[in-house]
């Protein structure tokens, strides 16, 4: 049975962006800069607009309050139509960039 239209489908997996289409021009301090291409499950997608962005925070190791940014998440339209939620991963992990879920059609 396909996936009912309008339904997410958690994926959660690391996608392996093209290191040429990072644009940091524009990109505010503190932010990633998206990759506008990459590769996931050995097809290519290319980004043709970000919708919203926001990011995850979690309290620090110990109680002095710090906070801490762990990941930043931003919902994506690809040039085909693919409704994309993509993040990535701060802190020193191999992999950064994941493809968090998609919308279906």
Known sequence: ???????REFISEAVDPDPASF?????APGEP?????FAWRGQS??????LRTWRTTSAGPYTTGDVYLRRHYAEVRT????LLR???ERGGRAARWFLHSRVHR
């Open 1 to 7: 049975m396909p996936p009912k239209s309008g339904s």
């Open 33 to 37: 800069a998206w990759p506008r291409r």
């Open 86 to 88: 993509l993040y990535g």
């Open 23 to 27: 644009d940091c021009e524009g990109t």
């Open 45 to 50: 997608y290319e980004i043709a607009e970000v």
């Open 79 to 82: 040039t085909c139509g693919e």
